[in-house]
């Protein structure tokens, strides 16, 4: 009877035994399967958020230029592009000018209104260039009856002939330093010496009397130096 009472037992511990096992291997093949689970849906989370974004990515590119639409044209940045070029032909056009003249033999520093002409010189070594013009009018007068050249300073004609000095040299009267004046050769011909200020550009100026209109220039020396300084 004892040893029908120790068999039951020992049956009983193994069956404790193999239901623990079955229990523990439950147990990892259900955690076998839910890490299997996450891990797939995880994966596919991600796939789908990337779809998502490329999806997103080529929206964007069709809502930013659709394609067969054409681009919107920008009126500002064509109404500048328009004086861009407007700017380069004027540009290209006063080159192309400013090359005519000095072709033509004209100073385009000193021409002004005046197209000036290069002729042969009086042969003064101290003289670069000499000019003339038959755009070179009297200046206009206030003087009336026979008139008589004054080298007075600050006379009326001491006034009308630096005017028409000016007028041959093309430098604003305002700002004509007048380095000397002088008798032309005869009783209604006068030459003045000046620069635009202190400037070592000095020209000699030839003017001469027309009556009932004023001092004209006549003629006019560009100098390498100024002698009268």
């Given amino acids: 009877m004892g040893s029908r009472f120790n068999q039951r037992d020992q049956k009983r511990k193994v069956n404790k035994i193999y239901n623990i096992a079955i229990t523990i291997v439950s147990i990892l093949i259900v955690i076998v399967a839910v890490t299997i689970f996450l891990s797939d849906g995880g994966t596919e989370s991600k796939k789908a958020t990337t779809e998502q974004k490329q999806i ?3 929206q964007g590119k069709v809502v930013d230029k659709p394609a067969g639409k054409e681009e919107e044209t920008d009126p500002g940045k064509e109404v500048a592009e328009e004086d861009s070029k407007a700017t380069e032909e004027d540009g290209k056009a006063t080159e192309e000018d400013t090359e ?3 072709e033509d033999g004209t100073d385009p ?3 002004g209104d005046a197209k000036l002409v290069e002729v042969e010189g009086s042969g003064d070594g101290n003289v670069a260039a000499t000019y003339t ?5 009297p200046v206009g007068t206030e003087q009336s009856g026979e008139h008589t050249t004054s080298f007075q300073k600050g006379s009326v004609d001491w006034n009308e002939m630096s005017k028409a000095i000016a007028l041959g040299a093309g430098i604003d009267e305002g700002s004509m330093r007048l380095w000397w004046l002088q008798n032309g050769g005869s009783p209604n011909t006068a030459i003045g010496t000046v620069s635009e200020g202190n400037s070592p550009k000095t020209f000699r100026v030839h003017i001469e009397w027309v009556d009932g ?3 004209k220039p006549v003629k ?3 100098l ?3 002698d009268k300084r």
């Fill in 56 to 58: 997103a990515d080529k």
């Fill in 100 to 102: 005519e003249k000095s």
């Fill in 109 to 111: 520093e000193k021409a």
């Fill in 133 to 137: 013009s038959e755009g070179w009018k």
């Fill in 213 to 215: 209109s004023g001092w």
């Fill in 220 to 222: 006019v020396e560009e």
């Fill in 224 to 226: 390498k130096t100024n």
